[in-house]
């Protein structure tokens, strides 16, 4: 924690603050608040409840109008403070409202009712989180399959693809053989075409395959992928092939060599792809919302859109499941994040 | 039985030929050294050997059986590599067990063996350390335990002291030699260090662009070089050489270009009348004499304590090397006469670098 401390107050040197410590500070606050304030906005109004994210002007943070149970009604009232009229200063509940007019009671006196007109009086607030919005994704929607549909893609599509680009990786690195070059260059060529120039025919084999509305019409066509391909070869050529001909000496199996020798070697390269793989595969929405279209099969990022409808958006949910969404890519990224630098540095070729 | 033989063996990538037929024998239990100048192919006809490389043309035999054809790690054979080549990921013990796993050894026999092979090499304390955290020499250790463990026919050392400093690259040799007494397997061992190969090794190989110029035991090199190359190749300091004629009336008189004439012995040269010749005369085997035939002028002098160098040219320009033991009165700028045993001259065909010797 006092390590922590001290490089957070770090300074140019000598006691006093120098004007770039300020710059640098300033400058720092200023990336924070641009990097972090949409997050936080986020994650706060994730909190408030439907009513709360129509206010205007919006606040920062949730607030819920105060209730009270009233007997002989079933249903909390909400509290008003009355601020002119007669009742001035009082604090009533609500029984309902009629256009300009609301129908009042007293709370310590509920059998007379009131009459007041709706702009004498100011809702009671308190600072509350609408957990509901949370509650609701489990209760209402099935949150959990599509949690679990996003993380078998992820997971099975990560593996998939880490095993596939590191075996073409260490044969194109590794082997000599007649048209090695012909193969890396066809397979950096396919970079430079976009994905949705092959949307269709790729959507053609898969439902030819019969992986239409299946998790695997996801997986599978992701599995190969050039930059993972290039990315790992780069670095697999760093590994000096002495270390190779000494397993063979060692009697150990082409097989063995890749998979006790190559893979652990090339640790870093790989944990910068499954990074990016998880991300990619995570955050995928086109071709996962062209492929599966039956509920039961949605990843959270079509179950997202699905909250948007064409005539209303069910924002607290929607908010709600935006926080849930980021949380597990947030959590990869920071465990995995000191690879991210090491790696890309030493996969640049030395 | 480990016995090992090239026959004819050759090695081409596209055109260009790097071992050009190359035929010996290393006899079980001998320590062979191959040693040549960097680029004679040493390291390739090694690889060869161990099936890391394929045989363009000829025959390795191990034991009796042709092994052309047999994938590097069904050979039988251990290698140590210039840059050691551990694996860095795994501990000094997952290192040594590697092989043995390999071969589906049973672990206890496993652990065992690493064991044994650790505590002689002197690096059983080191078990649990990664190679990053090993210094070279212990780094070398490792790598020889590596080839040890498994038992194999024959050992093959590329270049393994070539990254260590002298003092260091002293002890290892002696090492290795150590080692070689007390397993008696077959070794075969690549350098370009001249001194390695004679400490080392039962016999040496020298090799120049692809091609044997001389298999011998290291004194028989010495003694009685086959060619000019392996004349200036084997020992240190090198051989001096000086070009000559014989005389057209008498063959046993050679006339040399610096101006100096000397008397051949009789009987033990082939050479003709009016043959172009050259002398080689070891830096050891010559002397300053007042009666000398050679005459020279000392450039610079080393004295060593012990020992002392004179290097200086003849009339022609021709450099000489002169050792002499102990100390010397004999400054730069001096002229000496210097002389050399009639039984120490080595005579060699100019044209064709071929020894004369009968």
Not at chain 1, 180 to 185: A, E, G, I, S, Y
Not at chain 1, 305 to 323: H, I, K, P, R, Y
Request: charged letters at 20%.
């Amino acid at each position: 924690m006092a390590r922590v401390w001290a490089f957070l107050t770090n300074t140019r040197g000598g006691a006093r603050l120098h004007w770039t410590d300020w710059a640098s500070y300033a400058y720092l606050t200023l990336g924070i608040f641009l990097m972090f304030g949409p997050v936080v906005w986020l994650v706060m109004s994730s909190f408030k409840t439907e009513a709360d994210l129509q206010r205007y002007p919006p606040t920062f943070l949730p607030y819920q109008q105060e209730t009270v149970m009233v007997d002989g009604y079933d249903d909390p009232l909400p509290l008003f403070l009355m601020t002119g009229g007669e009742y001035e200063g009082q604090v009533l509940a609500q029984l309902r409202r009629v256009g300009l007019q609301a129908q009042m009671i007293d709370p310590e006196n509920p059998t007379e009712r009131l009459r007041v007109t709706i702009d004498q009086r100011e809702p009671v607030d308190r600072i509350a989180l609408a957990t509901e919005n949370y509650t609701d994704l489990f209760e209402r929607f099935s949150f959990l399959r599509y949690f679990w549909n996003s993380t078998f893609i992820t997971i099975m599509a990560t593996a998939l693809m880490l095993l596939v680009n590191s075996m073409a990786a260490f044969a194109l690195s590794k082997y000599e053989f007649r048209g090695r070059t012909t193969v890396l260059l066809l397979v950096i060529s396919t970079l430079m075409i976009p994905q949705t120039v092959v949307l269709v025919p790729l959507f053609l084999i898969v439902t030819e395959l019969g992986l239409f509305n299946s998790l695997w019409g996801v997986i599978i066509p992701g599995a190969a992928t050039p930059t993972g391909v290039f990315l790992l070869r780069q670095y697999m050529l760093t590994i000096p092939d002495e270390i190779l001909d000494a397993a063979r000496m060692d009697k150990a199996s082409e097989w063995k060599i890749y998979w006790r020798i190559i893979l652990p070697l090339s640790a870093p390269a790989i944990a910068v792809l499954a990074i990016l793989a998880i991300m990619w595969r995570w955050n995928d929405f086109l071709w996962p919302l062209i492929v599966l279209t039956q509920s039961e099969n949605f990843t959270l990022q079509l179950a997202l859109n699905s909250f948007q409808g064409e005539l209303q958006t069910d924002w607290s949910s929607l908010l709600a499941m935006t926080v849930l969404t980021l949380l597990p890519i947030a959590c990869v990224f920071m465990f995995l994040q000191k690879y991210i630098a090491t790696g890309i540095a030493s996969t640049g070729g030395k | 039985m480990a016995k090992l033989d090239l026959r004819g063996v050759r090695k081409s990538y596209g055109s260009v030929e790097v071992i050009k037929g190359i035929d010996l024998t290393v006899d079980h239990g001998e320590f062979c050294v191959f040693v040549g100048p960097s680029g004679c192919g040493k390291s390739t006809l090694l690889r060869m050997i161990a099936g890391l490389e394929s045989i363009t043309a000829g025959e390795v035999a191990i034991g009796e059986e042709v092994v052309n054809a047999i994938p590097a790690a069904d050979r039988g054979l251990a290698m140590v590599f210039q840059s050691y080549a551990l694996y860095p990921h795994m501990t000094v013990r997952q290192n040594l067990s590697f092989g043995l796993e390999n071969i589906q050894t049973p672990k206890p026999q496993i652990r065992e063996k690493v064991e044994a092979v650790a505590k002689m090499l002197q690096i059983d304390m080191l078990l649990d350390r990664r190679p990053k955290d090993l210094s070279g020499g212990q780094r070398q250790r490792v790598a020889i335990g590596r080839a040890v463990v498994r038992e194999p026919n024959i050992f093959l050392f590329d270049e393994p002291l070539s990254n260590l400093d002298a003092e260091l690259r002293v002890d290892m040799r002696g090492e290795i030699a150590a080692l070689h007494k007390r397993l008696g397997n077959t070794m075969v061992y690549v350098t370009h260090d001249q001194v390695e190969a004679m400490t080392m090794a039962d016999k040496i190989a020298v090799l120049r662009l692809g091609e044997l110029e001389q298999f011998g035991r290291p004194l028989d090199l010495f003694n009685t070089p086959a060619n000019l190359f392996v004349a200036g190749f084997i020992g240190s300091p090198k051989m001096n050489f000086l070009q000559g004629r014989t005389d057209a009336d008498n063959r046993s008189r050679l006339i040399l270009d610096t101006g100096d004439t000397i008397d051949l012995p009789e009987g033990r040269f082939t050479q003709a009348p009016g043959q172009a010749v050259t002398l080689g005369l070891r830096p050891t085997e010559l002397q300053p004499d007042p009666d000398g035939a050679l005459h020279a002028h000392v450039g610079a002098v080393e004295q060593l304590g012990s020992e002392s160098y004179l290097y200086g040219t003849f009339q022609n320009g021709t450099p000489v090397t002169v050792h002499n033991p102990g100390q010397t009165t004999i400054r730069p700028g001096d002229k000496v006469t210097l002389t050399a045993k009639s039984t120490a001259m080595h005579l060699f065909d100019t044209e064709t670098g071929l020894t004369l010797r009968a």
